[in-house]
């Protein structure tokens, strides 16, 4: 964008509805020398941009905030001075994610708003380190603003989990067009999350709680590209150093159905990233989710520009042990050769409270890889995972059956895999179904 065109341009629209702009502030000379002629110019060399602290001069962006807590010891006022920090874009979670896991550990401490906590030396001693820590990081942070885009530019997200949390952080690469010289990489974004307290234990696990991550980075993608106007063609990479993460995300036929959703949600919102493993000394994800000292963090290269291998040529990159595919073919060709899938519904006529019903006959011929008809038989099994399009099947079965043989339809089913009629209904189903 032509900047001076753009300050003239939307001088004249704002002027036409009689409203008047009436400061202008930029890093560039040029723009401010036309500007100063409108006599509308920002001389202050520090401009603050939705919470966040521009330095015009250095073109940095840092943090405003100045922690405020009121001296007490009680969860009210850690949740206060926690959240004085405003930090949209992730630059410092690491830090913050500390703040929200003392602050958990309040919550399981099962203490109210207002209970005082002073007589525990060590709850005090761990949120006064953690002050400490957030003002030095809020203090001395401070990131170059400037970022390039491109057409070679990539995205680069890195996940990770721990047994108590889990976040992502994106990075913008630039590669170099010369081989023998080093690209630019920089942390545009980052979010960590705490692991739930009141969840399933089964899905706490930390290969769930990576997944979750990678979901969560996956998510990040879009709002990148949309803020800096980043072409979806652009090269988008998914590292996370769990590979039963990236066998999940290649796999065509996931029986878990909170993995399913999750692998789903992921291609979808990332439909051409490429997937790659990354050892863990090389993951900054792991950076969100393990404690470290604030000196090491504020002058840590890991975590403000990503590996260091990632700069240099592609080539040189971790070799991948394993090539893992994003978007795997729907079914191995060792087991089905053909393109074409037949699928055939249940014949079945039975009596129901004096009427008679006859099920739809359909047999239905579509190759494998072109889209479902809206009115087909097969748009159910499209709309719903298979396991719950199986068991809503199993109870219309179950009804047409006890129907026809006038059985007490108010008999309770049980469960409908471990019954006798269940486990052949469902055994059935399977073997007439390709999904």
Avoid at 133 to 147: F, G, H, K, Y
């Amino acid at each position: 964008i032509n900047m001076c065109n753009f300050f003239t341009e939307s001088t004249k629209v704002m002027e036409s509805g009689s409203f008047q702009l009436r400061q202008w502030s930029s890093n560039s000379q040029k723009l401010m020398q036309k500007v100063k002629s409108f006599n509308v110019q920002n001389d202050d060399i520090v401009v603050k941009v939705l919470g966040i602290v521009w330095n015009t001069v250095k073109d940095t962006l840092s943090f405003g905030t100045v922690l405020k807590w009121d001296d007490s010891f009680c969860k009210r006022s850690v949740l206060a001075a926690s959240n004085s920090v405003f930090d949209p874009m992730g630059f410092i979670a690491p830090v913050c994610m500390q703040n929200k896991l003392f602050l958990q550990k309040l919550w399981k401490l099962d203490l109210s708003w207002e209970t005082d906590f002073s007589n525990d030396t060590v709850l005090t001693a761990e949120w006064r380190n953690l002050l400490s820590d957030c003002s030095t990081a809020v203090q001395s942070v401070a990131i170059p603003r400037e970022l390039k885009v491109d057409k070679n530019t990539e995205l680069h997200v890195f996940c990770d989990a721990s047994a108590t949390s889990y976040g992502a952080c994106i990075y913008i690469l630039n590669p170099s067009p010369n081989p023998n010289s080093r690209g630019n990489c920089k942390l545009v974004f980052a979010k960590g999350k705490i692991k739930p307290k009141n969840t399933v234990d089964s899905d706490n696990t930390i290969p769930k709680l990576e997944l979750t991550a990678m979901l969560v980075g996956a998510k990040l993608v879009k709002t990148i590209q949309n803020a800096l106007s980043i072409d979806e063609q652009n090269t988008v990479f998914l590292w996370s150093d769990a590979t039963v993460v990236l066998q999940w995300l290649s796999s065509p036929d996931i029986d878990s159905a909170y993995v399913h959703r999750r692998v789903v949600a992921i291609r979808e919102a990332c439909p051409g990233a490429i997937l790659m493993h990354v050892c863990s000394k090389d993951n900054p994800a792991d950076i969100i989710t393990r404690t470290i000292q604030i000196k090491k963090f504020i002058t840590n290269d890991l975590w403000w520009h990503g590996p260091p291998w990632l700069v240099g040529p592609s080539q040189k990159w971790p070799t991948q042990q394993v090539q893992y595919n994003l978007h795997p073919p729907l079914y191995s060709p060792q087991s089905i050769n053909a393109n074409v899938a037949i699928v055939e519904a249940f014949n079945t006529s039975f009596h129901y409270k004096d009427r008679s019903i006859q099920t739809l006959v359909q047999v239905s011929m579509i190759d494998r890889y072109s889209e479902i008809h809206e009115t087909s038989f097969l748009k159910f099994f499209n709309t719903y995972d298979f396991r719950r399009s199986m068991r809503v099947l199993i109870l219309v079965f179950r009804l047409a059956h006890s129907s026809k043989y006038h059985q007490n339809l108010k008999k309770p089913y049980g469960n409908i895999y471990t019954s006798p009629l269940g486990k052949y209904q469902f055994a059935k189903l399977k073997a007439i179904l390709i999904m």
